[in-house]
């Protein structure tokens, strides 16, 4: 495919599942029918290249699933369907008394991704003064939801905030939650995977995984989603670098942004000590000298759970590292993540026994992280891995499509794409690495 091709590809996928009459984009066909927090925030980037009209309702239609409390859920069902379980009746948003009354939505959220989605479309957008005036509407909503954040999800006071959910990594199935899904017991559910029947199965979670994953819905669901109670009493309590990491560089872009609307000191200040004290406590914390990499805080059973994913990478992303704890790091993504036989980057540990190369966030290449990276190696000066990763990630959507996710293994590359097709968070992304 050429340049203009992939281009025009890109742009048919996102206005494909653009939902017209409620202004929001479903990841997927079929099997992820609603909105979904993290995918807006990518696809409103896209949106920005070609239709900035669309990048902001994408935003404001996920912000009319935020509740009172500042909190942005991670699925708002705007819309009904039945080819995704669990869907709204299963979640009960309303069992929340800060939940919104006329719309559903999950009592999970996902990586908060909107500050630096503004940021980023403020840079892309031609009229500065017409996007200034969107961004003015909105961002008190994003500052709230970090204020949220940090008043909610912090029970020790650390900058660092944790996630109740594999749901709310957004990494789902990721080898780093086994240690904790051993720790549970949950009972045997009964429910009908939707998932399967528009995926194959071995390249999804298991269903002794989602009897998990429906537990921690049902011990937050009969504690009202109250973060006192889920702190308490939740077998899953992770503080996990890639979600901090965005909470991280969307609050530097929050008050990037602020400076320019200029007016609001008070808010920039809280967002800077807040800025501060994470930065810091994430380096003193997450950073394994052993593995020389990022890892994750099990918060609930208070240890660290030391295996290095495509997550471990994105603390480059929001300038966490000094320069020489960068280099460290990208030692790492160069020599084990991109050795000869691979392409960059798989989502867990090529060397580890739990790799899985074909099974979702278990080590396949996802699009979204491959952009992280690539900008947080930009953002170091590692100009020639930076080409590398992106060249890449375009010759995957080049050969096979906007496929959900990709093999790493070079010698699978006839057959690399996995997961769902037109998914469009790969195509906005791609949209942007070839616009950039
Ligand atoms: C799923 O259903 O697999 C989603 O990733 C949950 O958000």
Redesign the pocket.
Known sequence: MDKQNLIKGAKAVLNSNFNEDKGFTIPCEGL?PFQ?HWDSGFIAIGYAHYDMEKAKREIESLLSGQWNNGFIP??VFHNHSDT?FPGPDYHRSDLHPAAPKDIKTTGITQPPVLGFVLKEIYEIAQDKTEILEFIKRNIDKVYKNHQYFYTHRDPYNEGLVYIYHN?ESGT?NSPIWDEIWQTMDPPKYKYERK?TTHVDASQRPTNSEYDCYLHLLEIAKAHNYSDKKIAELSPFLVQDPLFNAILIKSTEALIELYEIISGHSEKIESLKNWLEKAKKRFEEKLFDIHSNSYVYYDLRNQKHIVHTTSSSFTPLFAGIPNQERANQLVKQLETVFGSDNLFLCASFDPTSKHYSPMKYWRGPIWINLNWLIYKGLKRYGYFDLARRIKAETINFIEKHGFYEYFDARKQKFETAAYGGNNFSWSAALILDLIKE
């Open positions: 992820y979904w991670h699925i995704y749901w789902d998932d």
